[in-house]
């Protein structure tokens, strides 16, 4: 699908909170420039972005820009799509208008604010530079389907759905949520830091987190076309489902943010805290290199695959990067992944 078309209007959601908001402004500026788009059909939303919102800005082509991190570019997609997190209810009166309205939206994440997996794995360097997007000859229309989270009661298919949402980039149980659970607490410290500096907090705030994660035990299950695969994972501290390129290494795994393939990566428990640093750094070299223990898994609309917590404490959960009180697996329940069968038409790199 061609980018080089003309768009009727453009609507800007900026997260004033994001570690680089001034650039948020300044791209989302720069890429309603570059596309030629009339004045009085731009819009700009520095509320968090709803449905609501793309039901009303939505009319003709139209550019929606996602300036923040990944949080932000899960807000901007699951109002594309319709998607109330936690009410199943108001996601489901919501779909028919938006898998029209989705057809119209031209999707542009920005890379404006802490984490940029989703950005940069569409764009690579053409996220920092929309204003040269329109023109560049390595650009195209992907189509993204996110994947969608149930997590339901004891009791697997029979339990009431208890959180619901949508995930863009990566989901994850344990450690991950934990590094981004302390992440968190100290992000007003971390952005008056300069960059390098910050970065480097922040990996080791997140290694000292992913060390010290617990162990846990799971039992997870592949469904594809009827047909059910299970395995059990015990001890370990953590287990995260990628799907952006920028860390499942698209050249190896072909994962990336317009097809339907998911990277697992499992971190190991260990039984002391130095055999744990070292298993914790062979699985971010794994990560690095795109060589991983398990292979990518294609999550197609005939494929569902859920995980069920078997061991006796609760285990924190995070969906690209957000955690909080509501994310958190308790004994005995099982969180379900499947595709959308609405796509985004995201504006990305060849």
Known sequence: ??????????????????????????????????????????????????????????????????????????????????????????????RRRHAELATYVRYLPGPDGNANNFALSALGRLARYPSKLAAAPESRVGLHRPLLYEVRGDGGDGGDTVRSGIVTSCFGLGCAALAARDLDKVKPELKQLPRPVRLGREALIAFGAVVDAPA??????????????????????GIESIGSAIYAKEGRTRVNIDDTREQLVVTEGRDSRFRQQVATIATLGRVKTGRHALPAIDITDRTEFSLRLTSDQPVPFHVDGEIGVRYQLEPGQTVYLRRSDIAIPTLMAR
């Open 216 to 237: 846990f035990s799971i039992a997870s299950t592949l469904t594809i076309g009827g047909e059910t695969q299970t395995r059990d994972f015990s001890r370990i501290t």
């Open 1 to 94: 699908m061609a980018i080089h078309e003309s768009l009727d209007g453009a609507v800007s959601f900026l997260n004033p909170a994001a570690t680089n908001y001034a650039a948020s402004t300044a791209r989302a500026g720069a890429a309603v420039e570059a596309f030629a788009i009339p004045e009085e059909h731009r819009h700009v939303i520095e509320d968090r972005a709803t449905p609501q919102h793309v039901q009303q800005t939505v009319q003709g082509r139209t550019l929606v820009y996602g300036g923040g991190g990944d949080s932000t570019a899960n807000l901007v997609a699951a109002s594309i799509l319709g998607d109330v997190q936690d009410n199943p209810e108001a996601t489901a009166n919501n």
